[in-house]
């Protein structure tokens, strides 16, 4: 009896392994770049990342939701949330963030670059939240929230507007462009 019990144990302990959630840090030792420090929390039971920027009056975060495939970034300073959809063609899968963080960070010095990601804010608030899922909704309450879709190709070089760029652990670097990052 005494080693059914003990085994049950184990397989709870294997099972919190297999479902934990992970924590990536990464930090700006000399602050030259401006970056300050990000933390990453994986949370694999919700298929959710949520990415924390903190560096001073230029913080921000993210959220990523990979059930619903949408994104937001709340930007501090603004007061403000820009949903847009996930590229998972440039965003790592949930499994793979931690993977491709640890091998950005050693491979720093090798002048690879991250990948980049353009958006275009649309003008008009946001009313439902709702629709981009739970995460993204908590997050984004109370804020003037907008949506942003993606621009690829050559008509993003001619953008004249003011841009809020958001470096998620040299991965991928996001800007999303449009008066409402500005207001």
């Given at each position: 009896m005494?080693?059914a019990?003990?085994f049950i144990?184990?397989i709870g302990l294997?099972?919190g392994?297999?479902s ?6 990464v930090?700006d030792?000399?602050?030259?770049s401006?970056?300050?420090s ?14 924390d920027?903190n ?5 921000w975060?993210s ?16 007061k403000?949330c820009?949903?847009?959809?996930l590229?998972r063609?440039?965003?790592p ?10 091998e950005?960070r050693a491979?720093?010095?090798t002048g ?6 353009q ?14 899922g739970?995460p993204i909704e ?11 879709e993606?621009v690829q190709?050559q008509?993003?070089?001619f953008f004249?507007g003011?841009?809020?760029r958001?470096?998620?652990?040299g ?8 008066e409402?990052?500005?207001a």
């Amino acid at each position: 009896m005494k080693l059914a019990v003990v085994f049950i144990g184990l397989i709870g302990l294997l099972q919190g392994f297999t479902s934990a959630d992970t924590n990536i840090n990464v930090s700006d030792d000399d602050n030259v770049s401006g970056s300050g420090s990000q933390t990453v929390s994986i949370d694999n039971s919700h298929n959710v990342a949520n990415v924390d920027n903190n560096n001073g009056w230029n913080s921000w975060n993210s959220v990523w939701d990979y059930n619903t495939g949408f994104a937001a970034v709340r930007i501090f300073a603004k007061k403000t949330c820009i949903v847009h959809k996930l590229n998972r063609d440039v965003v790592p899968g949930l499994q793979d963030l931690e993977k491709t963080a640890k091998e950005k960070r050693a491979n720093v010095h090798t002048g690879s670059s991250p990948k980049s990601l353009q958006y275009q804010v649309e003008p008009e608030e946001v009313e439902n939240l709702t629709q981009f899922g739970t995460p993204i909704e908590t997050m984004c309450r109370g804020l003037r929230t907008y949506k942003a879709e993606e621009v690829q190709g050559q008509s993003f070089l001619f953008f004249s507007g003011t841009c809020f760029r958001a470096d998620v652990l040299g991965i991928v670097n996001i800007s999303l462009c449009g008066e409402a990052t500005i207001a």
